[in-house]
């Protein structure tokens, strides 16, 4: 079948947020006088979600949920605030979008950010070129659970094998594994390509534009 959807992750795949998010993390922890981290582990700390990445940069003694629903309230005043500051479109992804565009695909993000934030960021920065965009919320579950990429098909009226999943880290290619997708892993985000072919990416890319040779 022809490919009629495109749906991509957000964080290390359409945007390069890590200095963004690790600078308002370590805000945070340093509020709270916890050790701040370099902004390149939040490439590691990234990609399950705003809790786990919070958690991982917590010390180990400290990672329960009192502490963390602590430092979560300050990094979301913090990074609402802040969040364009370093955050930018990957080179290639404009043109990309507008050639999947033209050639009528369909598009969507599903992220593992927070509902109101994966909003927020994509109308910012890309207006209205997506078709459907959800994040984490109240009752979906997170990546690599297909939920997520399903309530997107379901959206987009499309099938499994009408669609590819495009991502950056090890739960983008196990996302969609578990959602049956033809997965498309790329190098330019916060992962390597080991860990993209180790957990199942179909095909890697290095640069955006590569992803048409497979509509």
């Known amino acids: 079948m022809a490919i009629k959807a495109v749906i991509f992750d957000l964080d290390g795949t359409l945007l390069n947020t890590y200095e963004d998010l690790a600078n308002a993390v370590n805000f945070a922890l340093k509020e709270n006088g916890y050790p701040e981290h370099e902004p390149e582990k939040f490439k590691i700390f990234t990609g399950n979600g705003t809790d786990v990445m919070i958690m991982r940069a917590l010390p180990v003694y400290c990672r329960n949920e009192e502490t963390l629903k602590k430092i979560r309230e300050i990094y979301f005043q913090y990074y609402n605030a802040h969040s364009g500051e370093c955050t930018r479109v990957y080179d290639g992804i404009m043109e990309l979008l507008q050639e999947l565009k033209l050639k009528g695909i369909r598009l969507a993000v599903t992220s593992n950010k927070i509902e109101f934030m994966t909003q927020s960021v994509i109308k910012e920065y890309f207006g209205d070129i997506f078709d459907y965009v959800t994040g984490q919320g109240e009752g979906v579950a997170p990546k690599p659970d297909p939920s997520m990429v399903k309530k997107a098909m379901n959206a987009l009226s499309v099938e499994p094998s009408e669609c590819l999943y495009v991502g950056d880290t090890d739960v983008d290619a196990q996302t969609g594994k578990n959602s049956g997708i ?10 390597d390509e080991k860990e993209l072919r180790e ?17």
Request: charged share 15%.
């Open 199 to 215: 957990n199942g990416a179909d095909v890697i890319v290095s640069k955006p534009l590569e992803i048409l040779n497979y509509i």
């Open 182 to 191: 033809f997965t498309v892993g790329v190098l330019w985000g916060f992962r």
